[in-house]
């Protein structure tokens, strides 16, 4: 299994719920569709975040935003 997942639900929402069951996030970021792209510091958070976003998992790739990267000065 990954520690990464796409969901349903607005990335507020997933800050919310993962802070409420003790779920340590590693990276999230908002979907361009909607929707957020979680990674999880753990297997074990991961495991327990598909737990809890069973009904809102999204199934199959998602289209995400490029990543830019500035270096600093």
Not at 17 to 35: N, V, Y
Not at 51 to 61: A, H, M, P, T, V
């Amino acid at each position: 299994m990954t520690r990464a997942m796409n969901i349903k639900l607005p990335e507020p929402d997933v800050r919310a719920i993962c802070a409420s069951q003790s779920i340590r996030i590693s990276a999230i970021e908002t979907l361009p569709s909607g929707g957020t792209h979680l990674v999880c510091t753990t297997i074990e958070d991961a495991d327990e975040a598909r737990r809890k976003f069973k009904k809102n998992l999204i199934e199959g790739r998602v289209k995400r935003f490029a990543f830019y990267w500035v270096p600093q000065k």
